[in-house]
């Protein structure tokens, strides 16, 4: 589903900078003890302090709990189903072929803390 989304990264509240899910971004800060979160403009993380000590760089990975496949797989059930119902006269098929599209919904609007991540990388 990332990659449907417009992601950005927000450090210190002021700064935003738009991701691409398919190229890494270096995000250069100034000072020590930066903020970042990660917004959709509906979903937030949780704000995330980095401390410079020991490392100087840090890779994160931004995930999302409905994978692209998760929403492929809820789009061809929605299809046979709807599909199924209209050549066979079944009223409950068309009924069904709305499951799939009211639990990304509901995953979608009511799941606002976990549904993007920024998850570390270890290289």
Request: hydrophobic share 50%; glycine share 4%; net charge positive.
């Given at each position: 589903?990332?990659?449907?989304?417009?992601?950005?990264?927000?450090?210190?509240?002021?700064?935003?900078?738009?991701?691409?899910?398919?190229?890494?971004?270096?995000?250069?800060?100034?000072?020590?003890?930066?903020?970042i979160v990660i917004t959709?403009?509906?979903?937030?993380?949780?704000?995330?302090?980095?401390?410079?000590?020991?490392?100087?760089?840090?890779?994160?990975?931004?995930?999302?709990?409905?994978?692209?496949?998760?929403?492929?797989?809820?789009?061809?059930?929605?299809?046979?189903?709807?599909?199924?119902?209209?050549?066979?006269?079944?009223?409950?098929?068309?009924?069904?072929?709305?499951?799939?599209?009211?639990?990304?919904?509901?995953?979608?609007y009511l799941n606002r803390?976990?549904?993007?991540?920024?998850?570390?990388?270890?290289?």
């Amino acid at each position: 589903m990332l990659s449907f989304l417009k992601i950005r990264a927000v450090v210190n509240g002021r700064q935003i900078f738009p991701l691409d899910t398919t190229q890494p971004i270096l995000i250069s800060v100034d000072q020590n003890n930066p903020r970042i979160v990660i917004t959709d403009g509906y979903h937030i993380t949780a704000p995330l302090k980095l401390v410079y000590k020991e490392v100087n760089t840090y890779f994160f990975k931004v995930s999302c709990a409905i994978s692209d496949t998760e929403l492929l797989v809820g789009f061809i059930i929605l299809a046979a189903f709807y599909l199924g119902g209209l050549y066979s006269g079944l009223l409950i098929l068309k009924v069904f072929s709305f499951l799939p599209l009211v639990y990304l919904l509901l995953f979608y609007y009511l799941n606002r803390k976990d549904f993007l991540k920024l998850v570390p990388v270890i290289r």
